[in-house]
Each structure stands twice: as C-alpha cells, then as structure tokens.
C-alpha cells in the first residue's frame, strides 16, 4: 500500500466544470509536490510545498489552483481546463527540501480527461 | 538544454539476463543527486537507487546498480537477473542543488520477455 494516496483515480469533465484532485501523504513528510505526465513527454513539476509554504510554481496557468492545508494534505483545484490538460497528474512528498539524498514517494496519480 | 536525457524509448530483454538503461544528464551545479524510479502500467513512480554527486562509489540496491561515470555525465541503471515483473516505463531523475528543482527524462519502457 503507498504512502501517498491519490483521489479519485480517474476524471472525466467538462471544459467548464469546477473539480478538485486530492493527495494525502501518511510519511511524515514536509515538502508536497503536484506533477504532470503527458503521453510522450517528461514529467513536469507543476507546484511545491514546503511546510505548507508553496515554493515553486513553475508556470502553471491559473486554472490549475493548489492549496496545501497542512504538510499531509495536497489538493489542486482545475476550473475552465483545455482539453491539453488531460495527463496523469501525480501528487508526491518528501522529508524536506534540504535533504538531498531523500527521494520523493509518488501516489498513483489521478487520470484525467477533459472533454 | 535537456537536463536529462533517456535515448532509449524502448528496450528488451530477455528473462534472467542484465540490462543497462542509459541516463546522461546536465547540470553545472557541483551538488545533485540522481535517482531512478520504476512505473508500472498501474501509474505509480517507485523509487529504486540513488546516487549522490559527491559519492566515491556506485550505488547498489539488490538488483539494481547504478554505473555513475561523473565527467561524462552519465547514470546508467543495470538491472541484473531481470525478472518478468521489471517490465515497465524506467525514469531518471535528478535534483539540483536548488532542491525545489527535480527534473526526469522522457522515460525507456522496458520489456522482459520470458
């Protein structure tokens, strides 16, 4: 069983619906991050948290919207999407942003699909 | 620049036998550390070996080693005995001394075949 639990697993929606994805780490973690897996291209960072504190948003349209209620809770909340936004979107955790030998742990990430 | 490269979108090998997935990546930072994830058909990223810059020796964990080449900039996994259950998409990532920064390569899906 993973340490970081993604909801839902798949998504359907409507370029004009409101929805959220959710993440939930059990590690004890403090640094929380949102990706994107699109077919044929690398993974893309999207935001970081660090002690609930977003660190980095690496450009990522305003219809995309994170929040981080606390180091074990990670949501990202998708209004007006483009049907180029449907990926897999993995959420992960690590200890921290200073050690640099921890690996990040991964969630099984939620398929989306915009209509 | 691609800060990392995986020129090898697709392998093969055969059951029992090893394989090395090749990783070169770019980086002017003197501290960063390499890692390898493994994902299966069912999404999930698992971590499997890492490599800090600043290591003397390659890593190894069970069947996976890491052939650490600094001046040529490459991170190559082996996987030895490879097994019907190492099919999957095989990811290089690095970390930069910037530690908000974690950047992956495109990915090499591997096959085992029995």
């Known amino acids: 069983e993973t340490g970081v639990t993604q909801t839902p697993r798949h998504l359907v929606m409507g370029m004009t619906n409101k929805k959220s994805l959710k993440c939930e780490q059990h590690l004890g973690h403090n640094a929380m991050y949102w990706y994107k897996q699109s077919a044929k291209k690398p993974l893309e960072l999207m935001f970081v948290y660090n002690f609930k504190e977003q660190t980095e948003n690496n450009s990522v349209p305003s219809r995309f919207s994170p929040e981080c209620p606390n180091s074990s809770h990670l949501f990202l909340h998708l209004h007006t999407l483009q049907p180029e936004d449907s990926a897999l979107y993995l959420c992960?955790?690590?200890?921290?942003?200073?050690?640099?030998?921890?690996?990040?742990?991964f969630g099984d990430g939620t398929r989306l699909s915009i209509l | 620049a691609q800060k990392i490269t995986q020129t090898q979108p697709g392998m093969f090998v055969q059951e029992k036998e090893a394989v090395t997935l090749d990783c070169t990546y770019d980086?002017?930072?003197?501290?960063?550390?390499l890692f390898w994830y493994k994902q299966p058909s069912s999404g999930e990223m698992i971590f499997l070996i890492y490599q800090g810059s600043y290591d003397q020796q390659n890593a190894t964990e069970g069947r996976y080693s890491l052939n650490f080449q600094k001046a040529r900039k490459s991170a190559n996994l082996v996987i030895s005995a490879s097994q019907l259950g190492d099919s999957a998409m095989y990811f290089c990532a690095m970390r930069e001394g910037n530690f908000n920064k974690f950047y992956f390569g495109s990915g090499t899906k591997l096959n085992v075949k029995p």
């Open positions: 980086t002017s930072d003197p501290s960063y550390g």
């Open positions: 992960a955790s690590s200890q921290d942003l200073l050690s640099q030998n921890q690996p990040q742990h």
